[in-house]
């Protein structure tokens, strides 16, 4: 049994995503981020970033959402959410996991997080310089889909997507949201239509897109 610790859309809407594909018996557990429920004692013994998601496997807390993904498909070698161990799709999947981690994943945190910079709010200058390094890698993924779509992997669909949709779902307020580049649209359009990202927005109770 899971028990994932959440806030609606944040990056642990990738795990539950991805809880929801592997058709497992979890709990939800929702922390409301802007009345500090992160900050709380109990959940900081849990995850001392104070971030979510917090995973609980078998009772033993787990975080960062690029670690959970991997560690779910090891935990269930058997599904379709990431290509078998020692392939060399899986070590695209591999890359594109960590790549999405440490490329689009932290500016997201810049933007929504100016504390994170010493900043009440980010000045128009440093905003427009994320957003402009946010539109690199959006060019960058959308010219591998492009060649190698529909999916990050070609035609299977991955957890790599289902992070990648939940990223791009991110910048839907941006200047240039990530829908703005076909291959990466069509991508969203494919995930939107799997039961997974309809249940997980009625769990988690968010709009549309
Ligand atoms: N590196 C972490 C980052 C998680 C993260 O920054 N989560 C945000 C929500 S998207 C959060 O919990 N923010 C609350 C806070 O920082 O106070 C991961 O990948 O799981």
Redesign the pocket.
């Known amino acids: 049994m899971y028990t994932l610790y959440y806030?609606p859309?944040?990056?642990?809407m990738a795990v539950h995503l991805a809880l929801l594909e592997l058709g497992v018996p979890y709990r939800l557990e929702r922390?409301d981020?802007k009345a500090?429920a992160?900050?709380a004692p109990a959940y900081r013994a849990l995850n001392p970033?104070?971030?979510?998601?917090t995973l609980l496997v078998e009772g033993h807390p787990r975080?960062?959402?690029?670690?959970?993904l991997i560690l779910l498909a090891e935990r269930h070698p058997q599904s379709a959410l990431a290509p078998a161990p020692g392939t060399d799709a899986r070590a695209a999947w591999l890359q594109w996991l960590v790549h999405l981690?440490n490329a689009p994943?932290?500016l997201?945190?810049l933007l929504?997080?100016p504390a994170?910079l010493g900043a009440e709010r980010h000045a128009p200058e440093t905003r427009a310089a994320l957003e402009r390094r946010l539109e690199a890698c959006w060019d960058f993924i959308d010219a591998h889909v492009t060649k190698a779509g529909p999916y990050l992997l070609g035609a299977a669909c991955t957890s790599a997507d289902l992070l990648l949709a939940m990223l791009m779902r991110?910048s839907r307020h941006a200047p240039r949201p990530a829908t703005a580049w076909p291959a990466l649209a069509r991508l969203a359009d494919l995930v939107r239509t799997r039961p997974s990202w309809r249940r997980v927005h009625e769990l988690e109770g968010l709009a549309a897109w």
Do not use: C, K, N
């Open positions: 806030a859309g944040a990056a642990s922390l981020l500090g992160q900050h970033h104070g971030t979510v998601p975080s960062e959402t690029i670690a959970l981690g994943m932290p997201f945190r929504a997080y994170d991110w």
